[in-house]
């Protein structure tokens, strides 16, 4: 999987999940890609870092399109981390704010790489 692709798998899901926020991450990968494997950790980001990994000691985090070696998706202000901790709390109104957020990041990270 290219970074491109990774980026915009990301996009169609997490556009999928401001949608539909009632919906898990699994289900809606099993949605709208149904012939793949489902992707490490649910993230097509993760898929794409773990990937370039050169050995097992590297942080697939380090390569992520998105987020990089300083921050990542499950630091504090990370809207990952707001869409994770609002779907425990059941806060589907805030779980369409923050998956629209994720979906965000990643198309600015695809203009970035396509520009």
Known sequence: MTKIESLEKSILLWDFLSENPELSKSIA???????EEYPINGC???EYGNNLKANILDSMCNFCPVWNK????????????AWSNSRDDKDFENVSIYAKEVANLCREALKKEIS
């Open 29 to 35: 990968i099993s949605s709208i890609f149904p012939d």
């Open 44 to 46: 097509f980001l993760c």
């Open 70 to 81: 300083k921050d990542n998706c499950e630091d504090g202000d990370s809207p990952y981390l």
